[in-house]
């Protein structure tokens, strides 16, 4: 099927494709994103002007093509080469430590990604706040799946375009139990789907009056709000404070000792302006954190209290 509309450009900075949209899939069943057999990523994606698909692909010499399908297809291909980090400049970051600059070396291509979705990404991030990661994803992979809208075009699979603030306002109390979701995750996702226009202007400001516009709303701490922006606004700086896991993996990873927040944000403080890059970089080149043998965060399934 052709496009409706298409855009093919070659980015300012090296970049990977799918290492930069890696962070925008929640888990391998997200209905709103596949990967194809060709490596093409496809993303269903609400717009101002309705509902779109996009397929974005990339030619062995780095250039990048985005085609897209639908109501919203224009403005979605537009966004595209800020989706895969037009506005990140990595210029100003300097490795320093021999883990980096092995990091940095062997990914050059990954870029800190900016959908511009501020709502969608808060979304999600509220159902990832304080239970497991695959708990989270299979919750996203229901309720997207149940309430959002057919993805237009030839997608590869059948995809969900995900719901609007107006949805997610609606869905009742039962189909966020049966998603697995408690009720204070639940009201805090449909409290934000109350001031989703209010959020979505955070794009436009800067990162540290849009995280004081984000927690604002009930439910919404730093943690949250830093994983919107790593997403929703392409800030490289914003790092996930409070994260069960994070502060022990850098810290074992730079320093090979667990550390608190505190000790975390001083130890990345080289980095001001790159500090979220430090994380996905050590991430990416499978730099080794925490060896795991305390407690794991424990599986709680809300659909059984």
């Known amino acids: 099927m ?12 090296p970049t990977d494709l799918r290492q930069t949209l890696g962070s925008l899939r929640r888990g391998i069943g997200d209905p709103s994103f596949q990967l194809d057999q060709a490596g093409a990523v496809w993303r269903a994606v609400r717009t101002a002007e309705g509902d779109a698909t996009i397929r974005l692909r990339q030619s062995p010499d780095g250039m990048l093509r985005c085609e897209g399908w639908g109501p919203g297809a224009g403005s979605a291909v537009e966004q ?15 490795p320093l430590l021999p883990v980096l600059a092995d990091a940095h070396r062997r990914n050059p291509g990954l870029r800190v990604p900016r959908t511009a979705q501020v709502f969608e990404a808060l979304a ?31 997608t ?12 997610w306002r609606a869905i009742p109390s039962w189909e966020w139990h ?48 830093a994983e919107v922006a790593q997403r929703a606004l392409g800030d490289a700086d914003a790092v996930s404070v409070g994260d ?7 810290g074992h990873a730079l320093a090979g000792h667990d550390m608190s927040d ?16 430090v994380v996905r970089l050590l991430g990416a080149a499978g730099v080794r954190g925490r060896p795991r043998r305390g407690p794991r965060m424990p599986f709680v399934d809300h659909r059984a209290i």
């Open 2 to 13: 052709i496009a409706d509309h298409a855009l093919e450009w070659r980015p300012r900075h």
């Open 124 to 154: 999600a991030s509220i159902l990832e706040q304080k239970v497991i990661t695959l708990q989270a994803h299979d919750s996203w992979r229901r309720l997207v799946t149940r309430f959002g809208a057919a993805a237009p075009g030839p």
């Open 178 to 225: 049966k998603a697995g979701v408690d009720p204070r995750r639940a009201a805090t996702v449909q409290n934000a789907a109350r001031h989703a226009r209010r959020l979505d202007e955070a794009v436009g400001m800067s990162p540290a009056d849009a995280a004081a516009r984000l927690t604002l709303m009930q439910g919404v701490g730093p943690w949250t709000a």
């Open 80 to 94: 595209a080469p800020e989706l895969l980090g037009e506005r990140d400049d990595p210029s100003g970051f300097v």
């Open 156 to 167: 590869p699979r059948p995809m969900r375009v995900v719901p609007s603030a107006e949805v």
């Open 262 to 277: 505190e000790e975390m944000l001083e130890a990345l403080e080289p980095w001001a302006g790159h500090r979220y890059r």
């Open 244 to 250: 069960y896991h994070l502060a022990n993996y850098v």
